[in-house]
C-alpha cells in the first residue's frame, strides 16, 4: 500500500510540474475543475482558436456565469461565432496599450483620438464558418501565385518608413487575385520579424483607429489571410491598383497600423 500512495504522489507531482509548465507558456493558470475541463473540450473543436485562446476563453467562460450559459445554449455550429465575436469584444487593454504606443512614437500617418468605450473594433461580427469559394476567407494559395516580397532573397523593407520610426512594414499592391481572393503576408517579412508560434494566433490590422480581427494560414511557404480579408477588404473600399503599408507596431500580439495609397 505504501509503494501505491508513493507512485500516486508522484503522479500527482509530476502533473502538477507538467501543468506549470504549460500555464508559463500559455501565460493563463490551468485549472483541472470538472465545469473548466468541459468548457475547454467543447472549444478544442473551433478552426482558428489556438491553444492560448481557448485557455483564455475558457478562462472567462467560467468566470462569466452569463457567458458560459449563452455559449452553452448555443448549437455548436454556432459557437465558433460567438467566440470570436467574444474575443472582438473584449478588447479595452488592447486599446489602451495600442494609443500608448501610438502616442510614444508619434507616428506621422496616424491619426487617432483617445480610445473609449464607443470605438468601433474589427468591423462588423459576421464571423459565418461557413466555406464560400466566391470570398477569400477559404481560400488556400498555390504555391505558383506571386505576391509582393514572398521570397526570402526578394524581401527588402520599406527603408524610408523605417528611417522614420523603426517599425518594419511591408507593401502589397492589390491585384485581382487579392481583391477576389485574399492577402498574403510575406513569408520573409514574418520570419525576419516576428516569431512563426505566433502564426497560431490572430492579428490585429488598425485602419485610423478601427481595429480588425484577422485569422491568418499557412503552408510551408506561404502566409495568407485566412478569416477577416473580406470585411476588411469591403469597408476600406479596396480595389485594384491600391497600395496597402502593413507597419508592425506590436511583435509579440502582432499588430499592424494598416494606411493605403489609392491610385
Known amino acids: 500500500m505504501d509503494d501505491v500512495l508513493s ?31 468541459e468548457v475547454f473540450e467543447q472549444l478544442k ?7 492560448k485562446l481557448q485557455f483564455y476563453v475558457c478562462k472567462k467562460l467560467v468566470k462569466e456565469s ?52 464607443g470605438d468601433d473594433v474589427y468591423g462588423d461580427a459576421d464571423h459565418s464558418d461557413a466555406p464560400d469559394v466566391e470570398t477569400s476567407d477559404d481560400y488556400v494559395p498555390s504555391d ?16 524610408g518608413v523605417l528611417a522614420d520610426d523603426g517599425c518594419p512594414t511591408f507593401s502589397v499592391t492589390l491585384d485581382s487575385s487579392n ?17 512563426m508560434i505566433s502564426l497560431q494566433d490572430p492579428v490585429y490590422f488598425n485602419v ?26 469591403a469597408a476600406n473600399h479596396l480595389v485594384v491598383g491600391v497600395r496597402c503599408h502593413f507597419k508592425l507596431i506590436d511583435r509579440n500580439d502582432v499588430q499592424f497600423y494598416v494606411w493605403f495609397d489609392r491610385p
Open 7 to 37: 507512485l500516486m504522489g508522484q503522479i500527482n507531482s509530476d502533473t502538477t510540474d507538467r501543468l506549470t509548465e504549460i500555464s508559463k507558456r500559455i501565460g493563463y493558470a490551468f485549472d483541472l475543475s470538472n465545469k473548466r475541463a
Open 45 to 51: 473543436g473551433i478552426l482558428g482558436l489556438s491553444l
Open 66 to 117: 452569463e457567458l458560459l450559459d449563452l455559449f452553452r445554449g448555443l448549437p455548436e455550429t454556432a459557437r465558433a461565432a460567438f467566440v470570436f465575436d467574444l474575443l472582438e469584444t473584449d478588447n479595452i487593454e488592447f486599446h489602451q496599450n495600442l494609443w500608448l504606443f501610438m502616442e510614444r512614437i508619434s507616428l506621422s500617418t496616424v491619426v487617432l483620438s483617445p480610445p473609449g468605450e
Open 144 to 159: 505558383t501565385e506571386v505576391v509582393d516580397s514572398s521570397d526570402e532573397d526578394e524581401y527588402a523593407p520599406d527603408q
Open 179 to 195: 481583391i477576389s481572393r485574399t492577402l498574403e503576408i510575406p513569408m520573409a517579412f514574418w520570419r525576419h520579424h516576428i516569431r
Open 208 to 233: 485610423n483607429g478601427d481595429y480588425w480581427f484577422i485569422v491568418l494560414d499557412h503552408s510551408d511557404t506561404k502566409i495568407w489571410v485566412k478569416r477577416g480579408w473580406r470585411r476588411f477588404k
